[in-house]
């Protein structure tokens, strides 16, 4: 009987711990597959500095709006962004994490943000805004982001 009884419980013990965590787990897959689609939806969308809508907008305004779709408030600003949530490795990257980058070579700044939208084969493509094409996807690959490249922080 004794035996019985700490079967049961091993097992309920056991199940519980994986049912918790693959719970957890599809939370954080949902909303980033969430703010991703919603990001998308402004491809297309022009330029505008300091824009959050259909109408235009930069690049932290994208990554702004769709995180906040999901009730999760960052600043608005990409340098300060980038304080925020967990710096990882680039070859851990996910789907919905964020990308940041040094793009005016006179000042040691972060100065630009992206969304990652997808990792194929090891290369991570991302949503951003652009001054002269607007909100687009483009590839860490691209010798541009390449080089301008800092860091990818995880939110979610």
Not at 15 to 31: D, F, Q, V
Not at 105 to 123: A, D
Request: include cysteine.
């Amino acid at each position: 009987m004794k035996r019985i009884f700490l079967l049961v419980l091993l097992s309920l013990l056991f199940t519980s711990c994986g049912s918790t965590k693959s719970t957890t787990k599809s939370k954080t897959n949902s909303k980033s597959e969430s703010i991703v689609n919603y990001a998308k939806s402004f491809d297309g969308t022009r330029y505008k500095f300091g824009g959050t809508t259909t109408k235009g907008m930069d690049c932290s305004g994208l990554v702004y709006v769709s995180f906040k779709k999901e009730d999760i408030i960052l600043p608005r600003i990409s340098r300060d962004m980038a304080k925020k949530g967990k710096r990882i490795p680039l070859d851990k990257t996910q789907k919905g994490d964020l990308v940041f980058f040094k793009t005016d070579k006179n000042r040691n700044v972060i100065n630009h943000v992206g969304l990652v939208v997808e990792i194929e084969k090891g290369e991570v493509y991302f949503i951003h805004s652009t001054t002269r094409r607007g909100v687009i996807i483009s590839s860490l690959k691209e010798r541009y982001w390449r080089d301008a490249f800092v860091e990818v922080r995880s939110i979610i």
